[in-house]
C-alpha cells in the first residue's frame, strides 16, 4: 500500500506519517523545503518520541521524500501510483498542492481504484476546499478520487530542524469522515472512521483550538513566552476558562454531549497545553492570525453561533481583542493584520477579516472591540 503525503513538518513526520506506517503503508513525503527532504532522503529511519503520562518511541522506517518545487514529475507519478493522499501543509497552502495532486489524479491508469484523499488541516471541511482547487476545470477527474474530511488532534511543537527526528505528546485523535468512500475506507488501525464528523472537528477546534488561542493571545499581552507559563498566570487560565465555558456552552447544546464528560475534556485539553515536557510557544500557537479570525475559525464562528442565540460571547470577544494586538515581525499574517487595523475602518475590518457583515448580532459588540483598541 502506498500513501503520498504533502507536508513533512510536524503532523506530518509526527503525526500522519507515523500513523500511515504502522498501518502498513509506504509513505513518500512532499514537500518544498529542500533541506528537509534531503534530510529524509538521506535517513533510513526517523524517530517519533512520545513524553507524557502513556509515552512510547516510535521507529518510522519504508519512507521516501521528494522535493516538488525541484521534481514536480515524481511528485505526480507518485500519486498516480498511490492508494492515499493526505496533506498537512497548512489551510492556506491546499490551492498550491492542488495542482500536483490535480497532475496526478489526470496521470492514473484508466480503470484504477479511487484515490483516497484526505486533508489533515485545522479547518473545517478541508478536504472539500482541496477538491474544489483540484478538481477546478476538470469534474471529469471527480471520479478519479474520494476527498474525506478529517480532524486531527496531537500537539506537536517547533522542532529541532537540523533532524528529522520528532518529540509530540502522548495524545492524539484522527477522524476521518467515513461516508464518502461507502464501505471503501482505507484501513488506518490509528484513526477512527465517523458517520457525522461536524461533532468532532467543532469539539475539537473550539475547544483544543479557541482554549490554544486564547492562551497565546491572552499569555503574549502578559508578557509569557510558553504556553505553559500562561497557563500559571491566573489571569490568563481565568480567560482561557471563561472562553471555552462560552464554547462548552454552545458545543453541549447544539450536539447533545454529556455535559460532564464534555468538561473532562475540557480539563484534559488544558492538562495538555501545560505539558512542560513538550515546551510551546505563544509565537506557534497564534501564528497567522488573520486565518485564526477569520469567519469559520476558532473564535467567530462560535462567537457568531453564541450571537444568533441571543448569547453575548464577552470572554471571546475578549480572545478577539487579545488577537489584535498580535505581532511578531515574523509573522506575515501579524503584520497584515497591523496594517489592515492601521488602514480599514472597524466596521470595514470585521467585514474583511472576520467575514460579519452589518446586520449580524456579532456585529456591533466587534465592531466595539475593533474600535476600543
Ligand atoms: N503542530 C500541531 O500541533 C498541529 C496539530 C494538529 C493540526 N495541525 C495542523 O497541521 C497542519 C500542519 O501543521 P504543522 O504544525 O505540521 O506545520 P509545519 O510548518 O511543521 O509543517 C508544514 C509543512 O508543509 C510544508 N509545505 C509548505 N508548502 C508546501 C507545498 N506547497 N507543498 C508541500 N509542502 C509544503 C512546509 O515546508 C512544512 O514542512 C496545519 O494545518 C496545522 O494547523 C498542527
Ligand atoms: O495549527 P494552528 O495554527 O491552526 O493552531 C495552533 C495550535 O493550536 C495547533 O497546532 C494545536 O497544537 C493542534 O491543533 C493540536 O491538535
Not at 484508466?110 to 485545522?122: I, K
Not at 529541532?160 to 484501513?187: H, K, L, M, N, Q
Not at 464577552?314 to 488577537?323: H, K, P, S, T
Not at 515581525?329 to 460579519?356: K, S, T, Y
Request: hydrophobic letters at 50%.
Amino acid at each position: 500500500m502506498r500513501a503520498v503525503h504533502f507536508g513533512a513538518g510536524n503532523i506530518g513526520r509526527g503525526f500522519v506519517g507515523l500513523l500511515l506506517h504502522e498501518a502498513g503503508y509506504h509513505v513518500t513525503f512532499v514537500d518544498v523545503n529542500a533541506d528537509l527532504i534531503g534530510m529524509l532522503q538521506a535517513a533510513d529511519s526517523y524517530a517519533v518520541t512520545e513524553v507524557g503520562p502513556d509515552a512510547r518511541e516510535h521507529v518510522v522506517t519504508g519512507f521516501d521524500a521528494i522535493d516538488s518545487r525541484a521534481d514536480e514529475a515524481a511528485a505526480v507519478a507518485a500519486i498516480a501510483e498511490a492508494d492515499v493522499v493526505t496533506c498537512a501543509v497548512g489551510p492556506t497552502v491546499l490551492r498550491f498542492i492542488a495542482p500536483v495532486v490535480r497532475a496526478g489524479l489526470a496521470a492514473r491508469p484508466e480503470g484504477a481504484a479511487p484515490l483516497a484523499v484526505m486533508a489533515c488541516e485545522n479547518a473545517i471541511g478541508a478536504s472539500d476546499t482541496l477538491a474544489g482547487f483540484v478538481l477546478e476545470g476538470v469534474p471529469e477527474l471527480a471520479d478519479r478520487a474520494v476527498f474525506a474530511n478529517t480532524a486531527v488532534d496531537r500537539i506537536i511543537p517547533a522542532q529541532d530542524a537540523s533532524g528529522v527526528d520528532v518529540v509530540v505528546e502522548d495524545f492524539f485523535e484522527w477522524s476521518i469522515d467515513r461516508t464518502p468512500f461507502a464501505g471503501a475506507e482505507p484501513t488506518i488501525p490509528g484513526a477512527h472512521l465517523v458517520d457525522d464528523l461536524t461533532p468532532w472537528i467543532e469539539r475539537k477546534l473550539f475547544t483544543v483550538n479557541t482554549g490554544h488561542a486564547t492562551t497565546a493571545y491572552h499569555g503574549r499581552l502578559a508578557g509569557a513566552a510558553t504556553i505553559a507559563d500562561a497557563l500559571g498566570m491566573p489571569a490568563v487560565r481565568a480567560e482561557v476558562e471563561a472562553a471555552l465555558a462560552e464554547t462548552s456552552a454552545l458545543l453541549v447544546e447544539r450536539f447533545g454531549l454529556d455535559a460532564d464528560e464534555h468538561a473532562a475534556y475540557v480539563a484534559r485539553a488544558i492538562q495538555r497545553f501545560e505539558n512542560r515536557a513538550l515546551p510551546d510557544t505563544c509565537e506557534r500557537i497564534g501564528r497567522q492570525p488573520l486565518r485564526k479570525l477569520s469567519r469559520d475559525e476558532r473564535f467567530i464562528r462560535p462567537a457568531a453561533a453564541l450571537a444568533e442565540q441571543g448569547v453575548e460571547p464577552v470572554a471571546l470577544l475578549r480572545a478577539v481583542e487579545a488577537a489584535l494586538a498580535f505581532d511578531p515581525a515574523d509573522d506575515e499574517q501579524a503584520v497584515e493584520l497591523q496594517r489592515l487595523l492601521r488602514e480599514l475602518d472597524p466596521e470595514a475590518f470585521v467585514a474583511e477579516v472576520c467575514g460579519i457583515a452589518a446586520g449580524h448580532p456579532l456585529q456591533p459588540a466587534l465592531v466595539a472591540v475593533v474600535a476600543a483598541r
